[in-house]
Every structure is written in structure tokens, then in C-alpha cells.
């Protein structure tokens, strides 16, 4: 568990003038302010500051999967620092509903639990590229009842659950050893829901769970009850099987005749108005006209008579832009941009050296940095490398504090920690 030293320690980061303005603003009911001269780190520590502060649901805007996933753990890690809840992130489909091959599994998979993890309100912040967040999506309670939540004594029909379980995307096999499978022997039901650690499985005694138990997918035998499960779907949209029949589009596109009225800012189940943060905004919106000429293309070259259009699966973006007015933006940037309304602030920030292994050079950094009033964080990928850095700092004779309650308590680097100290050790997220 993190301690209160390092929240103390980033408070003081953001005092500063411009982010105390920004925060004002936005808190005061502006619809959009401007940040610039953010690097990535900057942005994903105001990103998870200002949704810690503001207590509404965050969506955060980017031009790639690639990107998404690179800022995805360090905005996780800010976002335990301010207590600002879960992070997820929502993947774009890797092919487009004209292609002749379908998304792939994984990426079902991911986007089907996310949708469930933001429409229950248990992910707070979603990170999403741009691509995904042009998607027209349903309303958040359609993605909620997807998702089934059993424990023993819980009542539910035998019949319908198998059923449920085959809509939402479930392979039916003889056993049951990897995720997404569901084999039934009478009234005992074996399912791997996808990110979980294990499969389980139900006996049920008529329509009543008698008892859950997860169960080695190798050797096919139970180890331990278990309160309760949650069983995700692996798509989007449910096809219940006397339909199955009417639907020309794969389970993951959605019926044709049926086009989705949501925005991406409206997956929340909260009344709050949602905060979203546009990571360079310019070259996002390039994004996101390529990828609708893209789009347009691929359905003009490869889409039949009958397909449905662009339009139908992606809004045009004039009417993403105006989706955005009923939520506050927050413009990020490392150059300050024209195009951006509202009020602008501009914080100087700089990316991290990098040492190649100097570890001379690095403590140099470090203590110029020091000297200079300034705090140092320094992130370990282990608690090994973490004591390597405690060392190196009693070597140097640079003091430091520790970060994590587990680390002060393993008693190795709490040797030579000082609490008033300006560099901080921590593990990284």
C-alpha cells in the first residue's frame, strides 16, 4: 500500500498556479480547458489528479491501442495515489465490419468485460483510442445484463443460464479447459469465464445453486469453494438462439437493421457530467479522420448490396464533436495548439533522463535535482530492484524515504530511511 508520504510529496507538485486555475475552472462549470507542455507522465499524473478531485466518470481519448496501452499502468499507478478508483482500458477492433476476417478473440474478450467493468461503475477512468471512442455503443445497463453474478442458494433456471451462456459467446465441449468454454453433465455446469484465474463449477440442485468450486483445468478436479462468480461475456451483444437466424452480421458487429444511439461518454450508469481528456487533440482528430476514410474505403471496396454503411457502426464526426459538449474536456498538450476554446495554462514539464546504465550520472541528476528544491521519485520493477536503489542511495549518500507500506515493513530499505527525505523510492505499477 502506497503511504501518505507519496500523495504529501505530489501535493506539493500540484499547487502550482496553472493546475489550482485549471481545477478552479472546471470545478466553477467550464466546459473545456487547455493544458500544454505535458509530457506523457505529466499527463497521466494531472489526468488521474483531476479525476481523483472531481469524483466523476473519466474517459481518456487517444490516437492509438498502442498509446492506450502505453499510458494505461502509469495512470493506474497515479490513480491509486489520488484514491481516484479502477482504470480500464477499451480496445479498438483490430478489422473493420467490411473485412473478410473477424476481430480477434482476445480483443472480444477485453472489450466485453471492460464495457461491463465501466457500465457497473467498478473502472471509474477508461482509456480508449480514438477509434473506439468513434464506435456507437448501447445503452450501459444492455452491457450490465451480459454479465451473470451466482453464489450458492442463488436461484436460476438451469435451461436459461446454458442458454445465456451460448448467446453471449460461450463454446459448449465435452471439457472444459480453456476460457470461454461451458461443459453441462446433467445438473453440474463447468465454465471458464474469461479473466479468471481458474474455471469453476455449479452444481445445481433443480433450479438452486447448491455450491461453486474452482477446479484445476488440467486434471479436472475441484480445490476450493469460492463465494461467488462472476461469469463476463465474451461479446458485445447477446443473440438469443430462437433469432440467431434473422442477424447477417457476426454476434460481435450487432443485428444490421439495428444502428446504436450512444456515445462512448454515456457507458457510465452514473447521472454525473463525465470528464474527458483529449491527449493532443489535433493529431487525435487527424486520427480519427483517417480512420473513417479508412472505414469508407474498406465498405465502398469489400461491403455487399445489403451491408450496412460507416454510419452505421461509427459516428461521423461532427456529431462525436458535439457529443463532447454535454461532458467537460480537458485538453492535454505538449505544444499549445490552436483550435482549443475555454482557458488555457501552461505547465513546464520535462521528460526523464535516460543513463544507459551511469550510475554515476544518474545520482548526479538525481542530487542537482535534490539541491534544487526539487522531489525525485525513482520506481523499481521488483522488490529486488528496490533494494538495489536503497543501496545505491546509502552509497551515494542521498537520502530517501520509502513509498509502500511493504517495503518500510520488509525492514532491508527502511536502513537509512529518512521521512523528510525529497527522494522517494517506489515500486513501479
Excluded at 461491463?116 to 483510442?129: E, K, R
Excluded at 452444481?203 to 463476463?232: C, K, N, Y
Aim: aromatic share 8%; hydrophobic share 45%.
Amino acid at each position: 500500500m502506497l503511504l501518505p508520504v507519496v500523495r504529501e510529496r505530489l501535493d506539493k507538485l500540484l499547487r502550482l498556479a496553472p493546475v489550482d486555475g485549471a481545477l478552479t475552472a472546471l470545478r466553477m462549470g467550464d466546459g473545456q480547458v487547455s493544458l500544454s507542455g505535458l509530457q506523457p507522465n505529466a499527463k497521466a499524473l494531472l489526468a488521474a489528479f483531476f479525476a481523483g478531485e472531481l469524483r466523476r466518470p473519466a474517459f481518456y481519448v487517444v490516437s492509438s491501442n498502442k498509446q492506450a496501452e502505453a499510458l494505461a499502468d502509469t495512470i493506474r499507478f497515479f490513480a491509486s495515489v489520488f484514491s481516484a478508483g479502477s482504470v480500464a482500458v477499451l480496445p479498438a477492433f483490430d478489422t473493420l465490419p467490411w473485412d473478410a476476417r473477424g476481430p480477434h478473440a482476445d480483443i472480444l474478450e477485453r472489450r466485453a468485460a471492460t464495457l461491463f467493468q465501466v457500465a457497473s461503475g467498478q473502472a471509474q477512468i477508461l482509456i480508449a483510442p480514438i477509434s473506439a471512442a468513434l464506435w456507437r455503443y448501447r445503452p450501459y445497463y444492455t452491457y450490465e445484463s451480459l454479465t451473470r453474478t451466482l453464489k450458492p442458494d442463488d436461484e436460476v433456471s438451469l435451461d436459461g443460464f446454458i442458454s445465456h451462456l451460448a448467446s453471449v459467446g460461450y463454446a459448449r465441449t465435452e471439457m472444459v479447459e480453456m476460457p470461454g468454454q461451458f461443459a453441462q453433465r446433467g445438473g453440474i455446469v463447468d465454465l471458464f469465464s474469461p479473466e479468471a484465474p481458474r474455471p469453476v463449477r455449479l452444481e445445481l440442485l433443480g433450479d438452486t445453486v447448491e455450491s461453486i468450486r474452482e477446479f484445476d483445468a488440467r486434471t479436472q478436479r475441484s480445490i476450493a469453494p469460492v463465494v461467488r462468480t462472476t461469469v463476463l461475456p465474451l461479446t458485445e451483444w447477446a443473440i438469443p438462439s430462437d433469432s440467431m437466424q434473422s442477424w447477417d452480421l457476426p454476434s460481435y458487429w450487432g443485428p444490421k437493421e439495428e444502428s446504436a444511439q450512444h456515445t462512448l461518454f454515456e457507458l457510465s450508469s452514473s447521472a454525473l457530467k463525465p470528464i474527458v481528456f483529449l491527449d493532443e487533440p489535433v493529431a487525435m482528430m487527424g486520427s480519427a479522420r483517417k480512420f473513417l476514410a479508412d472505414a469508407t474505403e474498406t465498405y465502398e471496396r469489400h461491403g455487399q448490396a445489403n451491408s450496412p454503411t460507416p454510419d452505421h457502426f461509427y459516428w461521423k464526426e461532427d456529431d462525436w464533436q458535439a457529443a463532447l459538449g454535454g461532458a467537460s474536456q480537458i485538453r492535454l498538450e505538449e505544444l499549445a495548439l490552436e483550435g482549443g476554446d475555454g482557458k488555457s495554462f501552461s505547465v513546464s514539464s520535462r521528460p526523464s533522463g535516460r543513463f544507459h546504465g551511469d550510475v554515476v550520472a544518474c545520482v548526479g541528476a538525481i542530487k542537482a535535482q535534490l539541491a534544487e528544491g526539487g522531489t525525485v521519485y525513482l520506481s523499481a520493477a521488483s522488490t529486488g530492484e528496490l533494494e538495489r536503489l536503497a543501496d545505491i542511495s546509502r552509497e551515494y549518500e542521498v537520502p530517501y524515504v520509502l513509498g509502500e507500506s511493504e517495503d518500510a515493513a520488509a525492514g532491508f530499505t527502511a536502513e537509512g530511511a529518512i521521512e523528510s527525505a525529497a527522494l522517494v523510492l517506489i515500486r513501479a505499477p
